[in-house]
């Protein structure tokens, strides 16, 4: 992996970047919106929240994806591990009406959806409330003045380990070397994260209950070989 890495990178701000709606909703999406995103919406405001309190029945940990896409990977999970809530965050409408489709077609009642900035809802969990924390093929934001908008910074990184248990894991995973060379900069700037590759395998392998994307897929076929870094909560 290469990482170019400069004062002409700066860190990301607060602002969001990206899309929020790509191609026009057909009917049916529109009243998934409409009727259930209200009901699995996480609470706006700037209160704290108690993660395992968003789901209608108890639960034995709660996980976060941050920009979950078209939501394969959290349904998989949420449909993997029933006693686990799931939160995911995404601002892009038409990601959300695909897992809405999901959520409601395989009954995952332990579901939740942030449709805004992660980096807004991260400073509203308490302290050492989440099990795992995705980030899965993020935007790489490629071109050098580009580089601030990334959702790895400093910043994200010390609240991500905040809201991690002692133990629990964040992952990561990008097909962008030069985005997971500057993740494991500044998460070994962390002192909260440890990696805990011990071979190349264990960052050129998927996890053992990685379920595979559409993206990963498509991915692959032009020859571009994904990484997949763990980084656990030290106590």
Avoid at 41 to 68: H, K, M, S, T, Y
Avoid at 121 to 150: C, E, N, T
Wanted: glycine share 8%; net charge positive.
């Amino acid at each position: 992996m290469t990482q170019n890495d400069s004062p002409e990178a700066p860190e990301r701000s607060r602002a969001f970047y990206g899309r929020r709606k790509g191609k026009r909703l057909r009917a049916v999406q529109e009243g998934r919106l409409d009727d259930l995103l209200p009901r699995l919406r996480v609470p706006e405001g700037d209160g704290p929240l108690d993660p395992a309190a968003l789901f209608p029945r108890p639960v034995d940990d709660v996980w976060l994806e941050i920009g979950f896409g078209g939501g394969e990977h959290l349904a998989a999970q949420a449909a993997r591990h029933p006693r686990v809530g799931l939160i995911g965050c995404e601002p892009f409408v038409n990601g959300v009406v695909k897992l809405l489709r999901t959520v409601e077609e395989q009954d995952l009642d332990a579901v939740r959806v942030w449709d805004r900035d992660a980096m807004e809802l991260l400073p509203r969990l308490p302290d050492a409330s989440l099990g795992r924390v995705f980030l899965l093929y993020p935007d790489p934001w490629p071109k050098r003045r580009q580089r601030k908008r990334r959702f790895v910074s400093d910043e994200s990184l010390a609240e991500i380990a905040r809201v991690l248990r002692p133990g629990g894991e964040f992952r990561f995973a990008s097909d962008i070397d030069d985005y997971a060379g500057w993740t494991l900069v500044r998460t070994a700037r962390c002192p909260a994260l440890r990696w805990t590759a011990a071979r190349a395998a264990d960052w050129t392998a998927p996890w053992p209950d990685w379920p595979g994307t559409r993206y990963e897929i498509k991915m692959s076929a032009t020859g571009r070989r994904p990484t997949y870094l763990t980084f656990r909560r030290e106590g």
